[in-house]
């Protein structure tokens, strides 16, 4: 992990690779808690600090709420142990995920801890604008600076989502609702961009299905 750069293309499955765009957490000397995933089939444990998320029976969650006998991909979890590592990395890619250790894993932290909202989708959407700008000019995103290990893109908010926990949940949920409309616009905003016949085609379908509705 710690030799992968922004312009990278990493595989996300077993046909399929995906670009990073972004290096949101970048710290070479910071020491951590990871957990180590035992996994049927697979030589090596994946490493990963228990907040980062990872798809189990294809839902995104976070790396400790995962338990022996859980399902990642066709890969039944064995055992879970404990370690110490020094050096973090989250690489963004374009398709928000990254398969490690044979393991597909989202390339989202879940800062938020009591909020019942998809983190791996938000934050999809959330780094919706950031993705855009590389799409038109990669050479923006190539040099990237960081702030106490974090994208200098995302650390406002970074800051903001780590204050919120300080909160109870009907708070943490209240900001989480209020920042979904504006990341889910962005989001829209880009796949209209970025996929134009796509999004006519989903758009024509919905308009297609209301007045048949309203014929009805």
């Known amino acids: ?15 399929d690779f995906s670009r990073v765009f972004s290096l949101a957490h970048l710290d070479h000397n910071f020491e951590a808690d990871f957990l180590q995933i035992y996994s049927e089939g697979l030589e090596k444990p994946l490493e990963i600090t228990a907040m980062h998320m990872l798809f189990s029976s294809g839902k995104a969650v976070r ?8 399902m990642l991909g066709q890969s039944k979890v064995l055992e879970i142990k404990s370690v110490k590592r020094t050096g973090v ?3 963004i890619t374009e398709s928000g995920d990254i398969v490690v250790s044979g393991i597909r ?14 983190q791996h989708v938000m934050s999809h959407f959330f780094f919706a604008p950031h993705r855009m700008m590389c799409s038109f000019d990669f050479k923006m995103c190539e040099n990237e600076g960081h702030t106490n290990g974090y994208t200098n893109w995302a650390y406002w908010a970074i800051q903001i989502m780590e204050k919120a926990n300080e909160f109870v949940a009907p708070v943490q949920c209240f900001l989480a ?4 409309p504006f990341m889910s616009a962005a989001y829209g905003f880009e796949q209209m961009i970025l996929a134009p016949f796509t999004t006519l085609a989903i758009v024509g379908y919905m308009l297609y299905k209301k007045n048949q509705t309203i014929s009805a």
Request: charged share 25%.
């Open 1 to 15: 992990m710690d030799a992968i750069k922004v312009g990278d293309f990493v595989r996300t499955s077993d046909d």
């Open 105 to 118: 894993a989202s390339s989202y932290f879940a800062f938020l801890d009591r909020v019942p909202f998809n």
């Open 89 to 91: 990395y989250a690489p």
């Open 63 to 70: 790396a400790d709420e995962v338990t022996v006998g859980d």
């Open 177 to 180: 609702v209020s920042a979904l």
